[in-house]
């Protein structure tokens, strides 16, 4: 599957000149210790920047040498400054996304129906719930609803970014509408179901801003783990002065505050607030729209997935695969009836033998049309079959019971060979139809439910990441094992009644299991809502889209893939990150400790295993590593550690050695060669 | 260092098949299931219950759990205060002793209430018989049982689904002592009298020493307290000289047996985790992570112990291995793998000189300490902490798998990650806060016996062994002031319930959660990945704790001996 560029909002740059500016200038404004609240260890560094800048003060007035400090507290600042940059560039990306949303719903009209009848005109943002709404060619739908009248072809490119328009009507599971799509053509009565500003185009709005992020469970989890971290160093670097005033090494402010805001997990305190946003950016960006953020998270636990056979599985409509004629009765006269008696026939089944004639024949494309007193007699309830009559043939096509009577009735008998016939197809799950023509059979041709194109490769993938998928349908059993046999499913419940999916995935949660469900249906919203994770088609009821978590914009159930992904990618990043901005602080110590008391115990020079320079050079380098690798790490941050689907220990170990192994090591090499950079510029 | 390899293996293989059938039988006790020894003592337990009024049968929340738990303790404490002061009024004192002074008394009570066995005293001069018998003995066991209780708590949690309690904790307590400490120790002090451990209530021997020196030699019931000491990782000495004292560590039979007794439980607890989660390999990865562990600090040591120590041999005193401070008949392979056994594990009970072993023997020490007992660790304690690193462990590599966090089934969530960060961190603060305080103050300074890195390391070890509940010492620190009494008690206490409770409160959290069932994309937490991460969390989390403190303190005096100095 090839994943489509959104078109509500073009994909930026990450670092487009305009986002830039823009997030340079947040980075300031959040620099306001009340925003820092969230943000634990930023608030500790800014108050460290703010105290050697204090100190700094003092020195130049007390006319000291002070360049040190200085530089101490420009890094300091710069940390909290670059912490606050990725923040801010991943709401700035979020928000130009959003501007873009905002253009589509301009200052729209909305035709109002009175009581009455009649309509009135008034601006969509008057729009209540409850309100009904005129919508016809060429007008923009004024808020989200359900057409209660008409059909319409509509134009969601607004939405979606998908150019091909759907058609929505009244009745069934494709009556929701979207604000801010077009009517192209019909005219609809629509139900507005949202209140302004609680719209679906709002929701999408304040998502992508990060205005309605709250914590996930993860991140308060990891946000303790820093805190407590953040505490572990301030009394580790609080014990320092006692114990060098104790061997009689003085220490100064400037670098215990270095120590302690090289110490404290400042890379991925910074970055943690920007994975989130991102996160959700880049589910935006694949037209899935999250309700929250917990559930995103929760995807990637998912174990189970629960899926609708029609629309999801399969393409929802039966094909003629195979003509099988009866025993004494030539395949030209059988493919000869089929096609007379299915040519006016407008439903899928009868167009599909339409197709497969041909092919069978060799016509392609080529125009055949009907005899011209050809009566078609379409399918009722009644006679449950359908077919032509031609002159004096009688050709009709139907189930194996209703064609039995048929041919009873007329006197006929239903050869023995192809009840084998009929049955040897169903035992394949297949839907076997009878054509006869009069009394007598002509044969059978198997009806098979057709997969969606590319669903087993995707199955497949899901079973890769450990997620057993199960089909429900209504179907017998035999169809039903059919299908999930060709389809690759792991599990299916046949001749489901339309409460099974509720109980089902209750089941399965009770078990232990996180189930997520894709649906469209009124009668999935209950499901949905039950479900860990839900997502509901944007085609969808507006009841399964109220009982969802996410939406999908493009209306693809494959989509999950790319949600669970996402929802992997993020805590990934977390705690690859983590583990990066732990493991740094080992050549920090080895960096700062000598520096401190190397001079008066030169044994511990040992320690100086990087042969940094000076004192005042190895504990500026530590800074400046500890401030420069925030802004190294924005792009990992905001576009994700990759997730690949292989055994969760070797993914473990891979991102073990990358960021373990990798950040115990790499800070040894950036700190000596800022070491001999700055010794180089002579600032130290 | 053969000889070294060859009496740790003489200890693994004892020490590992015992450890495994005690883990089965304890988990069967806990399961309240029958056993070998039920019928005998299954009447007691129940006449037990009767008189306390305890139903067997009612279930606790974390919370009423914890509560217990905490009165348990103090309770203990309180009434260990009151023997103390009292004993000069009090029967069964045959040499006259009077009340023990307030201060030492008060830090005593908590010491051993706290398992921690801390000893600012010199026990045959301070303590009668009665206060050893009823009033240090008893909280040997009480303390060691309050521990594997809270432990078996814990388990139960991540064993139980959806569940609101996690277990009665009179019941588990009685059962920890009648079916579990009461036997071992019968058992263990009858060998230790048959091997010439004393075990009397007369009064001390006058004895004409070669130099015809009159000497006094305080007898007491000392087999009795020497058993319950190891097997309770208590390690309260009766006599000051512990465990390299003859009269409680005669041979290398009761040298082997003893440093046998006091990883028993701790091992086999951890096999009763394996059997009670339902998940056996999970107990024995858990021992792989500590074995490694106490591998890693035991080769430093034999390495540093047998290269001897530069300035003796420059000295002409000593040439070759560390012989300074250890006894003669134990040797240096038995007195090293003892030390690293009594800090891996809660135990403190030393059958050497801590203060004489080499800086990097200090190293290890404090480090085993300072990651807060979880080799083996404290009878119950040990596990509770190695259960948090797990916590821990998982929760980054959980996140790195891309998952939420779980281990055994369990999400590990906000609360979990709370109660194992103040598990594993607050222990680590108090210590270092305690420690930089004792160095600025007078008071602090006043006790130190040697200056430079080696003082720092001594008040380190101090409230290292403290907060840990370890109980051992460098010695060297005069620690029986008013100072040191009242800071280390506090910090034995603050030591002791934050693991304890954290301990409860994440096995109640977790009881309540569904238990997720494992698929390919669980990570497993079997296999020897898991191992490695719990180990190198561990590490680093020393590590990065303690850099500062160990480059100044043992490392600098490391450093010194190289170069030819002491300060």
């Known amino acids: ?684 | 260092m053969t000889k070294a390899v060859l009496s740790t293996l003489e200890l693994l293989l004892l020490l590992f098949p015992v450890a495994l059938l005690l883990g089965g039988y304890m988990a069967r006790v806990f399961r309240g299931e029958r056993t070998f020894l039920s019928s005998g003592l299954r009447p007691m337990e129940k006449l037990v219950y009767r008189l306390c009024r305890v139903d067997e049968a009612r279930e606790m929340s974390g919370r009423s759990y914890a509560l217990c738990v905490v009165a348990t303790t103090l309770g203990g404490c309180l009434v260990l205060l009151l023997i103390q002061l009292l004993q000069g009024i009090l029967p069964l004192n045959p040499q006259g002793l009077r009340g023990v002074r307030w201060d030492t008394a008060l830090n005593t009570a908590i010491s051993f209430g706290t398992n921690t066995n801390w000893q600012a005293y010199a026990g045959e001069t301070t303590m009668s018989p009665l206060t050893q018998m009823l009033g240090l003995a008893v909280q040997n066991f009480l303390s060691a049982a309050v521990g594997i209780a809270v432990a078996v708590a814990m388990i139960r949690g991540f064993a139980r689904k959806e569940a609101k309690t996690v277990g009665n904790f009179w019941v588990d307590l009685v059962r920890s002592v009648i079916y579990i400490l009461l036997p071992l120790a019968l058992v263990l002090a009858v060998v230790l009298v048959s091997q010439g451990v004393v075990q009397t209530l007369r009064a001390p021997v006058e004895a004409r020493t070669l130099e015809s020196a009159r000497q006094v030699i305080p007898m007491g019931p000392v087999a009795s307290q020497e058993a319950i000491k190891e097997l309770g990782t208590n390690g309260g000495g009766y006599y000051n000289a512990n465990s390299a004292h003859p009269f409680e560590n005669p041979n290398g039979l009761t040298n082997l047996l003893e440093n046998f007794a006091l990883l028993l439980i701790p091992t086999a607890l951890v096999f009763s985790f394996g059997i009670m989660v339902g998940n056996r390999r999970q107990g024995r990865a858990l021992l792989a992570a500590m074995l490694a562990l106490f591998a890693l600090g035991l080769g430093l040591s034999f390495w540093a112990e047998l290269s001897g120590n530069p300035l003796l041999a420059d000295a002409g005193v000593l040439a070759g291995a560390n012989f300074e401070g250890k006894e003669v008949r134990l040797g240096i392979p038995a007195s090293a793998l003892w030390a690293e056994s009594t800090t891996a594990t809660s135990t403190g009970a030393v059958n050497s000189a801590h203060d004489s072993d080499l800086p990097l023997v200090g190293l290890v020490q404090l480090f085993n300490m300072g990651i807060g007992e979880v080799v083996f660790g404290g009878v119950g304690v040990g596990l509770i902490g190695m259960l948090f690193y797990v916590v821990l462990a998982m929760f980054v590599a959980g996140l790195m798998i891309g998952r939420t966090p779980e281990f055994l089934g369990k999400k590990l969530g906000a609360r979990e990650m709370i109660m194992a960060v103040i598990g594993i961190l607050l222990p680590p603060v108090i210590l270092l806060s305690g420690a930089a305080i004792a160095l600025l103050l007078p008071a602090g300074l006043a006790g130190l016996g040697n200056p430079s890195a080696h003082g720092l390391s001594e008040i380190l070890y101090a409230y290292t062994s403290a907060v840990g509940n370890n109980g051992s010492a460098m010695a060297g620190l005069s620690a029986n002031t008013p100072f040191y009494n009242l800071t280390l008690g506090l910090v034995m206490l603050i030591g002791r319930f934050a693991t304890l409770l954290p301990g409860l409160a994440i096995g109640a959290a977790v009881a309540r959660k569904r238990t997720v069932p494992s698929s390919i994309a669980t990570f497993p937490t079997t296999g020897p990945l898991f191992v490695v991460v719990l180990v190198g969390v561990i590490l680093l989390v020393g590590a990065l704790t303690y850099f500062p403190a160990f480059s100044l303190g043992p490392i600098l005096e490391h450093l010194f001996l190289g170069a030819g100095r002491l300060a």
């Open chain 1, 1 to 684: 599957m090839t994943r489509r560029s959104t078109g509500a909002a073009e994909r930026r740059s990450m670092f487009d000149r305009a986002l830039v500016i823009q997030a340079v200038r947040g980075s300031f404004r959040k620099l306001d210790p009340r925003q820092l609240l969230r943000s634990p260890v930023m608030l500790v560094t800014e108050a460290g920047a703010a105290l050697t800048t204090i100190l700094t003060v003092v020195s130049i007035v007390q006319a000291r040498p002070f360049s040190f400090e200085l530089q101490v507290s420009l890094w300091l600042w710069f940390t909290v400054l670059f912490a606050n940059f990725a923040e801010a560039l991943a709401e700035a990306q979020g928000s130009a996304r959003a501007e873009s949303l905002r253009r589509s719903r301009k200052d729209l009209a909305a035709r109002r129906q009175l009581a009455d009848g009649r309509t009135e005109q008034v601006s969509a943002a008057t729009l209540r719930k409850g309100d009904a709404v005129v919508v016809g060619d060429g007008e923009t739908i004024p808020g989200d609803g359900e057409i209660v009248e008409g059909t319409a072809l509509v134009d969601e490119s607004a939405i979606t970014g998908e150019s091909a328009p759907v058609v929505r009507e009244a009745g069934g599971d494709r009556s929701g509408v979207t604000g801010g799509s077009r009517v192209l053509s019909g005219q609809i009565k629509v139900r507005i179901t949202a209140n302004p500003g609680e719209t679906f185009l709002d929701h999408m709005i304040a998502m992508v801003e990060g205005a309605r992020r709250q914590m996930t469970p993860n991140e308060i989890a990891l946000q303790i783990l820093l805190v407590g971290l953040t505490v572990l160093f301030v009394v580790v670097v609080l014990s320092v002065p006692a114990m060098a005033h104790y061997m009689g090494v003085a220490t100064t402010v400037p670098v215990l505050v270095s120590l302690l805001v090289c110490l404290m997990p400042t890379t991925i305190g910074g970055l943690l607030p920007a994975i989130g946003i991102a996160g959700m950016d880049r589910l935006v960006q694949r037209n899935v729209i999250a309700l929250s953020g917990r559930a995103v998270e929760a995807s990637g636990d998912v174990d189970i997935v629960v899926l609708d056979k029609t629309g999801t599985i399969t393409l929802g409509n039966r094909m003629a695969t195979e003509l099988l004629p009866a025993p004494g009765v030539s395949r030209e006269e059988l493919i000869d009836a089929a096609l007379l008696s299915s040519l006016p026939d407008e439903t899928p089944e009868g167009r599909s033998i339409v197709v497969l004639c041909k092919n069978e024949l060799g016509i392609r494309g080529g125009d055949i049309r009907a005899p011209g007193d050809a009566v078609f007699i379409p399918f009722s309830a009644m006679t449950r079959m359908s077919g032509v009559d031609v002159g004096m043939r009688r050709i009709r096509k139907g189930a194996i019971d209703a064609m039995e009577g048929l041919v009873r009735l007329l006197g006929g008998y239903f050869p023995e060979p192809v009840k084998a016939q009929v049955e040897a197809v169903a035992r394949n799950g297949d839907t076997p139809m009878v054509v006869t023509d009069g009394s007598r059979v002509l044969g059978v041709v198997r009806l098979k439910d057709v997969l969606k194109q590319g669903i087993k490769a995707r199955l497949a993938e899901l079973r890769h990441m450990g997620i057993r998928s199960v089909m429900i349908t209504g179907d017998n059993p035999l169809t039903a094992a059919s299908i999930a046999a060709e389809a690759g499913l792991d599990d299916f419940i046949a001749q489901a009644k339309p409460d099974a999916k509720l109980s089902l995935i209750r089941k399965y949660q009770s078990d232990g299991h996180l189930v997520a469900m894709i649906g469209d249906g009124t009668n999935d919203a209950p499901a949905l809502a039950q479900a860990d994770v839900a997502v509901a088609m944007n085609a969808g009821t507006q009841a399964a889209r109220e009982a969802a978590n996410m939406i999908d914009l493009d209306s693809n159930p494959t989509k999950l893939l790319d949600i669970v992904e996402v929802g992997k990618e993020i805590l990934i990043t977390r705690g690859a990150l983590t583990t990066f901005s732990v493991a740094n602080d080992m050549a920090k110590y080895f960096a700062i400790v000598p520096a401190i008391f190397a001079a008066a115990y030169p044994e511990l020079g040992v320690l100086n295993v990087m042969r940094l320079s000076t004192p005042a050079s190895a504990i500026l380098a530590a800074v400046v590593f500890n401030a420069l690798i925030i802004p190294a790490l924005i792009p990992l941050a905001l576009r994700g550690v990759r997730f690949r689907a292989r055994s969760a220990s070797a993914v473990l170990r891979w991102n073990l050695l990358v960021y373990g192994m990798g950040g115990l090591l790499l800070p040894f090499l950036g700190i000596k060669l800022l070491d001999m950079f700055l010794v180089a510029l002579r600032l130290v």
